[in-house]
T-cell receptor, first 113, second 115 residues
Framework: DTAVSQTPKYLVTQMGNDKSIKCEQN?????MYWYKQDSKKFLKIMFS???????INETVPNRFSPKSPDKAHLNLHINSLELGDSAVYFC????????????FGEGSRLTVL | DQQVKQNSPSLSVQEGRISILNCDYT??????FLWYKKYPAEGPTFLIS?????DKNEDGRFTVFLNKSAKHLSLHIVPSQPGDSAVYFC??????????????FGQGTILTVHP
């Protein structure tokens, strides 16, 4: 019974396409995040939502749009995909926004050709 | 602009010995530090944290030390076990309000514990 689950785990697509990654957590946490792990293995925060409200929005191209329909779900939609978007995208959740103890999903590997 | 650096890409240790993983940071606004462990094909898992008001925090076999003046922290694992073999990420946060989860990660150190 996975605590933070992401779908799909693997995604291969062409440049210019639009794709979405979905994330769900069953921990009852208030806060959810998207992190990106680039080719140099650095994990970098993209967005965070607390009870469906955007609280962290890093310098990310506006082709990336997060959506949180409820506090258990945080989806990531990417428009007009570029080669540089290839990465592993990790969803995470935390009990509240006042902790750095994050629970991560397994990651979604996006490859843009 | 790497604000958190783990200068050792890998570390190899014998089972039963101590593993010491190091991390340096440059941002003096960081006041909350964490270590995460990651196995292949899994997401990172939280291990241990320390706030800047402390210089040591212990949890079982894991101890984190913080030297604020040197902007350096380390993770000690004693005794090391083969199951500890993983990538270890150091992370830091400025804390405050809702920013605790805004973590800046190092690039990770691959720990291999040999039986």
């Amino acid at each position: 019974d996975t605590a933070v689950s992401q779908t799909p785990k693997y995604l291969v697509t062409q440049m210019g396409n639009d794709k979405s990654i979905k994330c769900e957590q069953n921990l009852g946490h208030d806060t959810m995040y998207w992190y990106k792990q680039d080719s140099k293995k650095f994990l970098k925060i993209m967005f965070s939502y607390n009870n469906k409200e955007l609280i962290i929005n890093e310098t990310v191209p506006n082709r990336f749009s997060p959506k949180s329909p409820d506090k258990a779900h945080l989806n990531l939609h990417i428009n007009s995909l570029e080669l540089g978007d290839s990465a592993v995208y990790f969803c995470a959740s935390s009990l509240t926004a006042n902790t750095g103890e994050l629970f991560f999903g397994e990651g979604s590997r996006l490859t843009v050709l | 602009d790497q604000q958190v650096k783990q200068n050792s890409p890998s570390l190899s240790v014998q089972e039963g010995r101590i593993s010491i993983l190091n991390c340096d940071y440059t941002n003096s606004m960081f006041d909350y530090f964490l270590w995460y462990k990651k196995y292949p094909a899994e997401g990172p898992t939280f291990l241990i944290s320390i706030s800047s008001i402390k210089d040591k925090n212990e949890d079982g076999r894991f101890t984190v030390f913080l030297n604020k003046s040197a902007k350096h922290l380390s993770l000690h694992i004693v005794p090391s076990q083969p199951g500890d073999s993983a990538v270890y990420f150091c992370a830091a946060s400025e804390g405050g309000g809702t920013s605790y989860g805004k973590l800046t990660f190092g690039q990770g150190t691959i720990l291999t514990v040999h039986p």
